[in-house]
């Protein structure tokens, strides 16, 4: 490869960054791709490096250093790129360009003619696979090469190989282009105004815009079908630009409904570099936050994280309309133990909240999932209550209001009924590890000690023992 992108590409898809990172960290067994460690660039304490193999790179959520395999070398063994290349070439058995015409004549020489042909594609500087590597003879068409540290390597005398080796290198190329295309599109999106003061510049930092109609359009054709729409752009979580979601500009005459004619979103198609269940919106953005808070809030669309985040809610990340999958729960797993679940205010969203819930309890986050006002969603609010009227909103179902209100100093013979008490007491409860002010928290126990003391007048009002002690 005489281009040294060319060359990092085939190493970073040949060389196992897990393996490279793990002769200097120890690592936790791999979830989803992902596995945990201590950070090797600053005095790590706790596991703050996420190792994703899937996306072939690492990042240190503590001190923010972060890459692909050729930077954790350079950054480890503070080497320059050129030489971290080699290196990773030489672990992958990748032959530098000036040593590869020198390798193919030798190749040439050796075994018979059938053996040579499948010889000469392994030393083809498309592949750039060593000599001696390459000419090893397979014992047996199931066999494989080994390192000698017992690593399966990337490649064997197979054909079959070839074709992977051949279809990663075409899956690249592939994710490149498309990463252009995207770039290209956004940058011709027009402005939107999202017709409500104080979202004007969340859905400018959230780089929502308006996709030019068909006749002034001159941009490549599969976005076609996004176009006169609302576009959100999707990043992952380290930024990238993996696709968009459309929206249609319009709203619904009464009665109506979206349907195949008129789909209410349309989305990027998957492919190598897009896939929805893999991406959480806002994610990017909202990480510090997260990390800051000790815990995320998940809601379900778009419109609702910008709501969020200019209400001051930095920490809140959107499934954009898909049900949570393992690849969300991963994503959340490398950044904190909690979630606050906030789903809309209708039946649909109080179900879509229990199934998330019960997916995030099984593999061990603590939750809490707040209520919302029949019909209502976060931009719906911010819309009627503006961006301070949300933050208050939200604050009072993490900690409500009544917290600080002292008990009347005698209790009503209209006793609220057991029932009532124990449901406040258990939203205290909840409450409590998503509070991280002192104050606040001893607020917290406060009231939890007079609403002990309130059912137990009235359990004595209804002359019987407490429920609840």
């Keep these: 490869m005489g281009c040294f992108d060319d060359r990092a590409k085939v190493v970073k898809e040949w060389v196992d960054i897990r393996s490279v990172v793990g002769e200097w960290v120890a690592l936790s067994s791999e979830r989803a791709g992902k596995s945990m460690g201590l950070c090797p660039f600053h005095a790590d304490h706790h596991p703050s490096l996420v190792v994703n193999s899937n996306r072939k790179s690492f990042v240190c959520y503590a001190c923010g250093e972060k890459g692909d395999v050729l930077a954790f070398v350079m950054r480890k063994e503070g080497c320059s790129f050129y030489e971290a290349l ?16 020198a390798a193919a004549p030798a190749l040439k020489k050796k075994g018979a003619s059938s053996t040579t042909s499948r010889q000469d594609k392994a030393a083809a500087p498309t592949l750039g696979v060593t000599a001696s590597r390459a000419a090893a003879p397979a014992p047996s068409s199931s066999s494989s090469l080994f390192d000698s540290e017992g690593d399966s390597l990337p490649f064997d005398s197979s054909d079959e190989d070839l074709v992977q080796i051949r279809k990663r290198e075409e899956e690249v190329l592939i994710r490149e282009e498309l990463l252009r295309m995207n770039g290209v599109f956004l940058k011709g999106l027009e402005r939107y105004d999202p017709g409500c003061e104080g979202l004007g510049m969340g859905y400018l930092d959230f780089e929502v815009g308006f996709a030019p109609k068909p006749a002034l359009y001159r941009g490549e054709k599969i976005f076609r079908p996004m176009l006169d729409r609302v576009i959100f752009p999707l990043r992952d979580e380290n930024g990238l630009l993996v696709g968009f979601s459309a929206r249609h500009r319009t709203l619904l005459a009464p009665g109506e409904k979206w349907g195949k004619d008129s789909p209410k979103y349309i989305n990027s198609a998957a492919s190598v570099l897009f896939r929805k269940g893999e991406v ?63 789903t809309d205010g209708d039946e649909p969203g109080r179900k879509a909240a229990s199934k998330i819930v019960t997916a995030l309890q099984t593999v061990g986050f603590g939750t809490l999932a707040l209520s919302l006002p029949e019909g209502e969603d976060p ?29 009347p100093a005698q209790l009503s013979q209209q006793m609220p009924s057991e029932g009532e008490v124990v449901v406040d007491i258990d939203r205290l409860v909840a409450a409590l590890p998503f509070v991280t002010r002192a104050n606040e928290k001893a607020a917290i126990y406060k009231r939890i000690a007079l609403l002990k003391a309130k059912m137990e007048a009235a359990s004595a009002h209804l002359k019987r023992p407490p429920s609840v002690l």
């Design 86 to 101: 080699l290196r990773l070439e030489a672990r992958a058995g990748i032959l530098p360009p000036a040593s590869q015409g």
């Design 280 to 342: 959480l919106y806002g994610l990017y953005r909202a990480k510090k936050a997260i990390r800051r808070a000790g815990y995320a809030i998940l809601v379900e669309g778009y419109k609702d994280v910008i709501a969020m985040h200019v209400a001051g809610f930095e920490q809140t990340v959107g499934l954009g309309g898909v049900e949570l999958t393992q690849g969300h729960i991963g994503l959340l797993e490398d950044l904190c133990t909690r979630v606050v679940v906030l």
């Design 379 to 407: 931009d719906s609010l911010f819309r009627s209550l503006a961006a301070e009227g949300l933050a208050v909103f939200i604050q009072s179902l993490l900690v409500p209001p009544e917290l600080l209100a002292p008990l």
